[in-house]
């Protein structure tokens, strides 16, 4: 997060500022063949239901 705080175009985003962002990990979103963009969707959108829970 503090990666982002720090760069000029991600920095002056509100969102950022007050720490309300989710950081996906690049390494989840490696591969592109539509089975694994499926899953990947389907982690992401388990992932984001938890976040605040």
């Known amino acids: ?3 982002y ?3 000029p ?3 002056s985003l509100p969102a950022v500022n007050k720490g309300q962002m989710y950081v996906w ?3 989840r979103s ?4 539509p089975l694994a963009v499926l899953a ?3 982690e992401l959108a388990d992932w984001l239901s938890k ?3």
Do not use: F
């Open 1 to 3: 997060m503090e990666d």
């Open 5 to 7: 705080k720090a760069d």
């Open 9 to 11: 175009i991600w920095g």
């Open 25 to 27: 990990p690049e390494e």
């Open 30 to 33: 490696w591969y592109y063949d």
């Open 40 to 42: 990947q969707t389907e």
């Open 51 to 53: 976040k605040d829970r």
